[in-house]
């Protein structure tokens, strides 16, 4: 898989149990529109769009640097959209592609 690849394709995968094989949780889709709603962010945060930006993001941190540094990237990533808007319910698709580029640029052997 190429560093511009997408970490997965579109899919709604499901946590299940190691025993039974049985789901377990929501599922990735469920997840994310619940914790937007949860955080009163737009719908269009929800989407599958923002989420494969995100994943990819994480994954060159993680690639670039450290294992460690993806759910940092991806957390300040998020303080940088908020404090562009002056309210993280107001960021939009764009302004995160537009985060992801500026954080890429930054990662080592870029």
């Known amino acids: 898989m190429g560093d511009d690849e997408p970490v997965t394709e579109p ?3 499901q946590q299940t149990d190691h025993q039974t094989g049985e789901p377990v949780g929501p599922t990735l889709d469920e997840w994310t529109v619940r914790l937007a709603t949860a955080l009163d962010l737009p719908a269009e945060l929800a989407g599958l769009d923002v989420r494969q930006v995100v994943l990819d993001l994480a994954r060159d941190a993680a690639r670039a640097v ?3 540094a993806a759910p940092l990237t991806t957390f300040l990533a998020g303080v940088a ?3 562009a808007s002056g309210t ?3 960021s939009s698709a764009e302004a995160v592609e537009a985060v992801a580029t ?3 640029a930054e ?3 870029d």
């Open 11 to 13: 899919t709604d995968e």
């Open 66 to 68: 450290a294992r460690p």
């Open 81 to 83: 959209l908020a404090s």
């Open 88 to 90: 993280a319910g107001t």
């Open 102 to 104: 500026r954080i890429r």
């Open 107 to 109: 990662l080592p052997g």
